[in-house]
């Protein structure tokens, strides 16, 4: 899996930071508006909540006028006034078409990852190799297909990244088990992470 990547699609943070307040600013600099132009929050497609889940993100006075739509923990597409969880983003989207947002978050030790898409859906995830070690279990995570393709620290942490990638992509978070996922189906890009960490991105089609 290599990368890939424009080089704004992904940007690390201290994980102290304020999440929403990452995302907006990393959103502002690749749509090309100002931070407070920028709205974001999340929604939980199992329970309806807005103080978790998924995150979205959209440009403030953006075409349609509808109410946000939103777009798991940590992952998927952004959104504004579209059944179909897409947003439109930039200055001028009143009056012209724009490209779909999509949006991303993962934390993993000391980093924040933020992650914006223009173009399509997008799902990140940052992992420590360390820490996925410590509790590895095959049956957990791996596709019948995937038998025995965690043989290193490194392989077992890209795994587990590509699942959970995927799953916020989807936007189902880890209501779908692991093993129903087979990696080799998607479009997953590795990235560049600090030592120790493993970033792994999935993308839909655009």
């Given at each position: 899996m290599s990368a890939g990547l424009p080089a704004d699609l992904l940007r690390l943070h201290p994980v102290t930071a304020d999440a929403d307040r990452a995302l907006a600013a990393h959103v502002a600099d690749v749509v090309g508006v100002q931070p407070d132009e920028i709205r974001v929050g999340r929604h939980?497609?199992?329970?309806?909540?807005?103080?978790?889940?998924?995150?979205?993100?959209r440009v403030v006075g953006t075409a349609d006028g509808g109410a946000e739509t939103p777009g798991g923990a940590d992952?998927?597409?952004?959104?504004?006034?579209?059944?179909d969880g897409r947003a439109t983003a930039g200055r001028g989207a009143a009056t012209s078409t724009r490209p779909v947002l999509g949006v991303s978050l993962s934390r993993s030790g000391p980093h924040l990852l933020t992650a914006v898409r223009v173009g399509g859906g997008?799902?990140?995830?940052?992992?420590?190799?360390?820490?996925?070690?410590?509790?590895?279990?095959?049956?957990?995570?791996?596709?019948?297909?995937?038998?025995?393709?965690?043989?290193?620290?490194?392989?077992?942490a890209r795994l587990w990244a590509g699942k959970e990638a995927v799953l916020?992509?989807?936007g189902t978070g880890l209501r779908t088990p692991m093993p129903e996922v087979r990696?080799?189906?998607h479009d997953l890009r590795e990235a560049e992470?600090?030592?120790?960490?493993?970033?792994l991105v999935a993308l839909s089609q655009s």
């Amino acid at each position: 899996m290599s990368a890939g990547l424009p080089a704004d699609l992904l940007r690390l943070h201290p994980v102290t930071a304020d999440a929403d307040r990452a995302l907006a600013a990393h959103v502002a600099d690749v749509v090309g508006v100002q931070p407070d132009e920028i709205r974001v929050g999340r929604h939980c497609p199992a329970c309806g909540a807005v103080s978790h889940g998924r995150p979205w993100a959209r440009v403030v006075g953006t075409a349609d006028g509808g109410a946000e739509t939103p777009g798991g923990a940590d992952g998927g597409a952004g959104t504004r006034g579209r059944a179909d969880g897409r947003a439109t983003a930039g200055r001028g989207a009143a009056t012209s078409t724009r490209p779909v947002l999509g949006v991303s978050l993962s934390r993993s030790g000391p980093h924040l990852l933020t992650a914006v898409r223009v173009g399509g859906g997008i799902g990140v995830d940052l992992e420590e190799a360390a820490a996925v070690d410590r509790g590895w279990d095959p049956s957990l995570v791996l596709h019948p297909a995937e038998v025995g393709q965690d043989r290193t620290a490194e392989d077992r942490a890209r795994l587990w990244a590509g699942k959970e990638a995927v799953l916020k992509l989807l936007g189902t978070g880890l209501r779908t088990p692991m093993p129903e996922v087979r990696l080799a189906e998607h479009d997953l890009r590795e990235a560049e992470a600090p030592d120790g960490f493993v970033i792994l991105v999935a993308l839909s089609q655009s």
